[in-house]
């Protein structure tokens, strides 16, 4: 497979200024594959790897002895047989969150040993970096967590985005007459492109239901495989999570389809239960979102720049970090595949706003929402360009009425406004129409002051 991602890690490595790079993201989207895939071709015969969840021997004599790193390197070395020399060897640490004390020495290999080329990752390793409770802290400083600025690297890995499944599925010249924005073709191909759609939203973006529907073409086993991978995350649940926190934890990760169902997709910890508040479930969604199982999309109220100081963090819409999985939890069967459009507009347009969300995701694009103050006008998502702030409509079908774009456009006068649809692409005056299909692969355009 072809990930994106992946030329950030080969920028990453001829940086004049390489620090340790740490991955992240939730678990099994594919960061130790990306490791083993830049060791395999960068440094096919100098690079060391452990796994400090697999060497309890490694792991319990890094956490008895100093975290300095030269004493760090040499037990790798005893442990591994292997030399590794500052300058020729890339080290590879997968579940580093396994211990706190060779998460924590990445903070001086910068210092003492900044030539040495560095990549970890880990499950969970979001809950191990450290992050503030307060919720303007942690979304100002969401990547940093615990560590001091300028001593790590932080990398998002995110689920596979709908371009590196075209990738992965289709013949590559499908994708192209996208990249190049030839819509005259596109527009020809149309049909093709939501059938490919469809089958997105229902395999998502998981590597691994990715590879199986490769290999297999069987829905069945892409849903085994997903089901596979929620069990894990509630094994995770269960060894990861205070208990304290754990009931709370799996009634707000198992309720997000059906808020998401709603017309209206602010959370209301009410729906969770009678009563609920805020307080008793903030520390719980916090850990989910330490863990990169969700995404969090605040109101911004008014939508100005930058965003996140206009952030109300009382209203929220919460989001899945992939729509295969949103599907798997909803019970989304694939004979919805066969029946037009029905997917597209699912549990009230949910799933094309989970996929809207991690197009924008996988571009390094954090989304807010807007709302009117009485409530009777909402944009899905508005976005942070370099001077402006752009309105997303994110429309599930063909109906491109936009009753809340408008007024959105009447109060802010934005320079223009997007609206994603299965209607074909149309330059307008005041909106961009662009395909559902589409628009993962020319959002970042959009915001191009060149325009």
């Known amino acids: 497979m072809q990930r994106d991602v992946f030329q950030k890690i080969i920028d990453w490595n001829l940086s004049t200024k390489r620090k340790p790079l740490i991955l992240m993201g939730a678990r099994q989207v594919g960061k130790t594959w990306l490791m083993d895939k830049f060791a395999s071709e960068f440094y096919p015969d100098s690079h060391v790897k452990v796994d400090l969840q697999r060497d309890d ?22 442990a591994t047989g292997k030399q590794i020399v500052p300058g020729k060897t890339l080290l590879l640490i997968d579940e580093i969150q396994e211990s706190h004390k060779a998460l924590n020495a990445l903070k001086y290999f910068n210092q003492e040993m900044p030539e040495l080329a560095i990549i970890v990752a880990g499950s969970l390793l979001g809950l191990a970096v450290g992050k503030s409770d307060n919720a303007r802290e942690r979304k100002e400083h969401k990547a940093q967590g615990s560590f001091p600025v300028g001593k790590v690297s932080f990398l998002d890995v995110h689920p596979m985005s709908f371009s590196e499944f075209l990738r992965a599925v289709d013949n590559p010249f499908r994708l192209k007459a996208l990249e190049n924005g030839d819509w005259k073709l596109v527009e020809t191909l149309q049909e093709d492109f939501k059938t490919l759609l469809r089958k997105y939203l229902f395999v998502g973006g998981m590597p ?9 073409s069987d829905y069945t086993a892409v849903r085994t495989t997903q089901d596979e991978i929620l069990a894990a995350y509630d094994a995770d649940f ?14 707000l990760w198992k309720n997000i389809p059906a808020q998401l169902a709603k017309e209206n997709k602010k959370f209301i910890y009410t729906a ?23 995404n969090q999309v605040f109101r911004a109220s008014p939508p100005r720049l930058p965003l996140s100081s206009y952030h109300d963090f009382s209203a929220f819409k919460l989001y899945m970090h992939d729509v295969g999985l949103l599907g798997a939890m909803s019970g989304t069967s694939s004979s919805m ?13 949910a799933l094309a706003e989970q996929f809207v969300l991690q197009e924008l995701a996988a571009n390094g694009i954090e989304p807010s929402y807007w709302t009117s103050d009485s409530g009777n006008a909402e944009v899905e998502f508005v976005i942070q360009g370099e001077k402006e702030v752009f309105p997303i409509e994110a429309k599930a079908g063909i109906n491109t009425k936009a009753k809340s774009l408008r007024v959105y456009r009447e109060l802010f006068n934005p320079p223009y406004a997007i609206r994603t649809s299965l209607q074909p692409y149309h330059d307008g005056e005041n909106v961009k129409d662009i395909p559902l299909y ?7 355009r959009l915001l191009s002051p060149a325009r």
Not at 337 to 349: E, M, S, Y
């Open 57 to 78: 021997l490694l792991r319990a004599r890094i956490d008895e002895s100093n975290i300095d790193p030269k004493t760090m390197i040499d037990l790798i070395q005893a």
């Open 208 to 216: 691994e239901a990715v590879a199986d529907f490769v290999e297999t």
């Open 238 to 251: 269960v060894k990861h999570a205070p208990p304290e926190l754990l009931p709370k934890i799996r009634l």
């Open 272 to 294: 969770l239960k009678s009563g609920a508040r805020a307080r008793e479930y903030e520390k719980a969604l916090n850990w989910l979102d330490d863990a990169g199982m969700v």
């Open 337 to 349: 595949l066969l029946d037009g459009n029905t997917l597209f507009t699912n549990f009230k347009g």
């Open 438 to 444: 589409a628009f993962g692969i020319h959002v970042s």
